[in-house]
């Protein structure tokens, strides 16, 4: 069978015959509009062409039904990129361009929470607790966000962040008008997808004692812990991953290791100055990490080969340990 070129499954799409439209209403100009800020997508003097990724196809299916008056098409097409070395399957829809399309300046100034939305779902991908979104005209999306919906992202490699309490802020501003299969774009996810539990080990060498005990540990002595980090959740679409494990590490290296490896645990800190006991450091641990990754699921340090503590608290929402609650020394 005979490889084709995108350019050339491209030409083979026969629109439908352009239809006569005097007006857009508000949901195709949203519609329209949004689209512009995909840079997967095609504006030509004769078609357009709007893409979602292949396994949003509701989504997709969605828009063919809003936008019915322009009669598009939706069809799933497949070519050879000589680039990636691999047959690409797409599914596209793609109708007749009209004046009023041409028209469109996707610089629109009254971008509704609607269309917001939309650009959202196009565009953004959830990850490290973070909403990144890569989109045409970046600049100018960036300050609408700023001006019109006082929220404060930040810019990273020509990509706009979006996280912490301007993430909270921006969900409750467009949730109600997310499409119900692209919540996941904010950290909620289907109860369809599939979970997976994922792991990090990592490895330190600290020092500690233990006051008033009756035995060796009573003294200053060392070892090498290995702690292992369980994270249970969904697989992100966008992704393909639970977390990713690049991050996972970053995080494990600056809030653990940096302040356990070569140190006395007794003098790290307060909740360990007692007893710095495999149990207690597993506490002290969970309520680190519980902040960073609310799907923490469980973990395990082990202070000698033989030796191992197990620990799985509470999820993020019911979590309410506190070490001063032992009535600690």
Same mark, same amino acid.
């Given at each position: ?10 030409? =083979? ?13 508000? *949901? ?31 989504? @997709? ?10 009669? %598009?098409? @939706?069809?799933?097409? /497949? ?11 797409? =599914? ?16 629109? %100034?009254?971008?509704? %929470? ?20 890569? +989109? ?10 700023? =001006? ?49 539990? +994922? ?6 060498? &600290?020092?500690?004692? *233990? &006051?008033?005990?009756?035995?060796? /540990?009573?003294? *200053? ?7 292992? +980090?369980?994270?249970?959740? %969904? ?28 140190? /006395? ?35 395990? @340090? ?6 191992? /503590? ?9 979590? =309410?340990?506190?070490?001063?609650? @032992?009535?600690?020394?």
């Amino acid at each position: 069978m005979k490889k084709i070129s995108k350019e050339e499954a491209y030409n =083979n799409l026969k629109p439908n015959k352009p239809t006569k439209i005097k007006k857009l209403n508000r *949901l195709e100009f949203d519609l329209i509009t949004s689209a512009k800020f995909n840079p997967n997508n095609q504006f030509n003097n004769d078609m357009v062409i709007i893409k979602n990724k292949f396994y949003e196809l509701d989504f @997709l299916k969605w828009k063919q039904k809003k936008l019915e008056r322009f009669k %598009p098409k @939706l069809e799933k097409i /497949c070519y050879y990129d000589k680039y990636a070395g691999r047959e690409i399957i797409e =599914n596209i829809l793609y109708f007749s361009t009209i004046k009023l399309i041409q028209s469109i300046n996707y610089c629109d %100034p009254e971008i509704s %929470p609607f269309c917001l939305a939309l650009i959202i779902s196009d565009n953004g991908t959830y990850e490290n607790q973070e909403l990144v979104l890569t +989109v045409t005209n970046n600049i100018y999306l960036f300050h609408v966000l700023i =001006n019109k919906y006082e929220i404060n992202p930040t810019f990273r490699k020509n990509q706009i962040i979006i996280k912490g309490k301007n993430l909270e802020k921006l969900k409750s501003i467009i949730y109600p008008f997310m499409f119900h299969k692209m919540k996941y774009k904010f950290g909620e996810y289907d109860h369809t997808l599939p979970k997976c539990i +994922v792991s990090k080990t990592v490895e330190f060498d &600290s020092a500690h004692f *233990l &006051s008033d005990y009756n035995g060796k /540990c009573n003294n *200053l002595h060392g070892g090498r812990y290995k702690l292992t +980090v369980y994270i249970k959740g %969904p697989i992100n679409p966008d992704t393909g991953m639970v977390v990713d494990f690049t991050y996972l590490n970053e995080i494990l290296k600056q809030e653990i290791i940096s302040q356990f490896d070569h140190h /006395c645990l007794n003098y790290v800190t307060p909740q360990l100055a007692w007893r710095s006991t495999t149990e207690l450091i597993c506490l002290y641990i969970w309520e680190k990490l519980i902040k960073i990754f609310p799907s923490l699921h469980k973990i395990e @340090l082990y202070e000698t080969p033989n030796s191992k /503590c197990t620990f799985k608290g509470e999820d993020f929402e019911k979590y =309410n340990y506190n070490l001063d609650l @032992l009535h600690l020394k």
